[in-house]
């Protein structure tokens, strides 16, 4: 490439200011001008034309010619730098892993590397497998998951004839738990069954009623005259370890359809509720909630972890249509079992137990009987002897809290203590009258009086009635409390 320096001289012969250096391509001479032509020059050689003595302000042309060498690259010089630096990286990872500050466990498909400056390690996982998790967590857990056919009236031998007039049937799922053949279930699987079929691996067996826990809906069946050769008892794994966004997995049979799979999240932990029904009110305490498809069918079924562990029995599901909307929830294995195995042996489960009879208040009742707070769990009676009883809790109290969880309706209070085991102590907020009082109590267990007397609300009543207390009932007795100076007392 060429390039056109312009300059020019004053009258003395000095050279004007520096010369205009041309970045782009040379435009050609206009026609009849005379173009000058190439001349040969060394690397750096620049060619000064004769200096124009008629003209001496004319403008002056310099030629600067530069010179592109082409050179050949040798092929043989650059592998051998290549190879010589990968051989150098190699030895680098040798030294780090010989040295421990970079560990790799092939067995467990993770890296740990560790950074001698801060002092705090970063562990990596890699699962090379992680597009067949779902396929061995299947062929782990699926055999020892089962689909129940309840029976409440008549035979099933009559549906099959076509005759149903004086039958129903209810389909639901159940876990394995020993090779004697005992089955966890939830209880309104199996509520009022007179005949129970369990189908096992192609196989139909029959089945009888263990024992129930009616308020926390779990039951236990056994299986009739089977091989224990057959039996593929589920692992039960820990629910307390469960993290928020866990993989999890769903199994059952969603109408129906027998050992159906479904995979996902664990959404939340530590959802609470209570539904009523007709033989009472189911307390659900510290539930899990997952985005895994749970549908009818799927009650009693089996929540996995990604070791294909035991972690939940799915049991309700919220839902508009009746089937799931991704919002579905587990009773946690570990309450679950633990209830399980009292059933098993032969004892009657127990429950944290405060001895109370139970009302809510609500603001429209606190309005009319001039209570000091607008919601709690209202304590209509105290049994006697009961660990309520022996705390100091009075007929009238109002429980606001339980410890530092808030209180807003009797239910809530039941759902609280579930959370806590036999010989806990907690410590109730209660007002009395116009003063907030702070009572420890230690729990007992109620495994002797759950049938007769208890803390669960009457479900056919209305707002603000509980435990047996009609809503009229409930008020009545308010007005009576305040007729008597009730809302003095200390």
Not at 58 to 64: D, G, K, L, P, S
Request: a negative charge.
């Amino acid at each position: 490439m060429s390039e056109d320096i312009d300059s020019r001289r004053d009258d003395s012969g000095a050279t004007a200011p520096a010369p205009r250096v041309a970045v782009e391509p040379t435009p050609q001479a206009p026609a009849g001008q005379a173009q000058p032509g190439p001349e040969a020059a060394t690397p750096g050689a620049a060619t000064q034309p004769p200096f124009n003595a008629g003209n001496p302000y004319a403008a002056q042309t310099q030629t600067v010619a530069h010179t592109v060498v082409k050179t050949k690259t040798k092929k043989l010089p650059v592998f051998l730098c290549s190879l010589a630096g990968m051989v150098v990286g190699a030895v680098l990872v040798v030294a780090l892993i010989m040295t421990g500050a970079l560990n790799v466990n092939r067995d467990a498909g993770t890296a740990t590397a560790t950074s001698e400056s801060s002092g705090g390690s970063q562990t990596i996982k890699i699962d090379a497998e992680d597009t067949t998790l779902a396929e061995a967590v299947s062929a782990k857990a699926l055999p020892s998951v089962v689909s129940i056919t309840a029976w409440s009236s008549g035979s099933s031998e009559n549906v099959m004839q076509g005759d149903d007039s004086e039958a129903s049937g209810s389909i639901g799922s159940g876990v394995v738990l020993d090779t004697d053949g005992n089955i966890l279930t939830n209880n309104h699987v199996v509520e009022g069954a007179t005949d129970i079929t369990v189908s096992l691996n192609g196989e139909s067996y029959e089945a009888e009623l263990v024992g129930a826990d009616t308020s926390s809906d779990l039951a236990v069946i056994k299986l009739k005259d089977v091989d224990a050769k057959n039996l593929t008892p589920i692992e039960v794994g820990d629910s307390d370890d469960l993290s928020v966004g866990e993989w999890v997995m769903a199994i059952g049979s969603p109408f129906g359809n027998e050992q159906s799979v479904s995979t996902g999240i664990v959404s939340s932990l530590y959802r609470s509720t209570a539904l009523p029904t007709t033989s009472g009110t189911y307390i659900y305490a510290n539930m899990i909630q997952t985005d895994a498809a749970i549908n009818p069918g799927n009650s009693g079924g089996a929540l996995v972890n990604d070791n294909g562990e035991l972690v939940g029995i799915n049991s309700i599901i919220e839902s508009y249509s009746g089937s799931s909307s991704g919002v579905g929830f587990a009773i946690p294995s570990n309450y679950a079992v633990k209830i399980a195995k009292q059933i098993i042996g032969g004892k009657t489960p127990e429950h944290a137990y405060l001895g109370v009879r139970l009302g809510t208040v609500t603001a429209s009742n606190a309005r009319q009987n001039d209570l000091s707070v607008n919601e709690g769990a209202y304590v209509g009676e105290v049994i006697a002897d009961s660990p309520a009883d022996e705390a100091g809790i009075k007929k009238g109290d109002v429980v606001t809290k339980v410890n530092d969880e808030q209180i807003s309706s009797a239910d809530s209070l039941i759902i609280a203590l579930r959370s806590y085991d036999v010989g806990d102590t907690v410590t109730l907020t209660v007002q009395r009258g116009k003063n907030e009082k702070k009572i420890d109590v230690k729990l007992g267990s109620d495994a002797d009086a759950q049938t007769s007397q208890g803390e669960e609300t009457n479900t056919d009543s209305a707002e603000g009635a509980g435990n047996g207390m009609s809503e009229e009932e409930f008020l009545e007795y308010l007005r009576e409390l305040m007729g008597n100076g009730g809302n003095n007392r200390q």
